[in-house]
């Protein structure tokens, strides 16, 4: 039997390099916090934990003190580093260049066009959006599919976005729509800033999937981005499994087979892609 690992699968660039930056800071201290899960995938959290990683929510935040603090990739809006004044904490800013620009990009229209509608497509609640949403003081309109575009006053100027990690076809799908449908004198602006490194990856895991017999896409549960590259692997093969590490393979699944693929999800370690493979060729 075949197994051959994705090699395009695993931690995109802003993941990298948060990751880097807590064992970094971790090198020479023995604790650091993070703001939310540094990435989505249990496994990988629990590596850094055991390094000294401690990962809080924004409840926990609001009490700290003269203390240093990861941000992740996702992002944060601008009251996160107002707190981190207020409370003397040190900001360890691991948020992704894409996501920075995009956030400086939605702040300046916000700034200069106070009388525009603001609109970004994403998914409600996801940390990055929360973070988009907060360069507006909350009120930007997130919209998560083109339902929802339908509902907006196209009677008001509108400005588009996009969350970095959202489809390229949706989006398209909501430009369309807006261009066709704004009423003059309102004017439609839109910026495409969807992370093409991201996005990429959707037509190239299809093609992985179809190369074998049984995929296998190790991603957390919590990852968006997980759960939509698992859905394509499985529309083009049935014979896909999610699962989170190597503890969930059974061994009915590689019966009378000739190759197995593992890819992930840009929040997937390569090491835990590798532990899976290891563990099919022991089965």
């Known amino acids: 039997m075949k197994i051959e690992i994705d090699e395009r699968s695993g931690f995109c660039f802003g993941v990298t390099r948060a990751i880097q930056k807590a064992e970094e800071e971790l090198s020479h201290s023995e604790s650091l916090f993070c703001l939310g899960d540094?990435?989505?995938?249990?496994?990988?959290?629990?590596?850094?934990?055991?390094?000294?990683?401690?990962?809080?929510?924004?409840?926990?935040?609001?009490k700290l003190h003269h203390t240093k603090v990861l941000l992740r990739a996702h992002g944060e809006p601008p009251a996160t580093y107002r707190k981190a004044e207020e409370q003397d904490i040190t900001i360890i800013d691991a948020t992704c260049p894409v996501v920075l620009?995009?956030?400086?990009?939605?702040?300046?229209?916000?700034?200069?066009?106070?009388?525009?509608?603001?609109?970004?497509?994403?998914?409600?609640?996801?940390?990055?959006?929360?973070?988009?949403?907060?360069?507006?003081?909350?009120?930007?309109?997130?919209?998560?599919?083109?339902?929802?575009?339908?509902?907006?006053?196209?009677?008001?100027?509108?400005?588009?976005?996009?969350?970095?990690?959202?489809?390229?076809?949706?989006?398209?799908a909501i430009v369309d729509y807006l261009t066709e449908h704004i009423l003059p004198p309102a004017e439609f602006h839109y910026a495409d800033t969807i992370c093409r490194r991201v996005a990429g990856r959707l037509p190239d895991i299809e093609n992985f999937a179809r190369r074998h017999d049984v995929v296998i896409f190790v991603a957390g549960k919590k990852s968006s981005n997980g759960r939509v590259l698992y859905e394509a692997c499985r529309n083009v093969n049935p014979n896909a499994y999610h699962i989170e590490d190597a503890d969930?393979?059974?061994?009915?699944?590689?019966?009378?087979?000739?190759t197995v693929g593992i890819c992930g999800a840009t929040s997937t370690p390569k090491w835990l892609m590798e532990r899976c493979a290891e563990r099919i060729a022991t089965l």
Not at 127 to 151: C, P, S
Not at 250 to 256: L, N, T
Request: net charge neutral; aromatic share 8%; hydrophobic share 35%.
């Open 38 to 62: 540094i990435v989505h995938n249990g496994r990988e959290c629990d590596r850094l934990r055991e390094m000294g990683l401690e990962m809080i929510n924004h409840s926990a935040y609001e």
């Open 101 to 172: 620009n995009l956030q400086r990009r939605i702040k300046k229209v916000f700034t200069e066009h106070p009388d525009a509608q603001i609109v970004i497509y994403g998914k409600p609640g996801h940390a990055e959006v929360l973070g988009l949403v907060g360069q507006t003081d909350g009120t930007a309109i997130v919209v998560a599919n083109i339902d929802e575009v339908r509902q907006l006053n196209l009677q008001r100027t509108t400005y588009l976005f996009s969350q970095t990690t959202k489809s390229v076809t949706g989006f398209s």
């Open 248 to 258: 969930e393979l059974k061994k009915e699944w590689f019966d009378k087979v000739e």
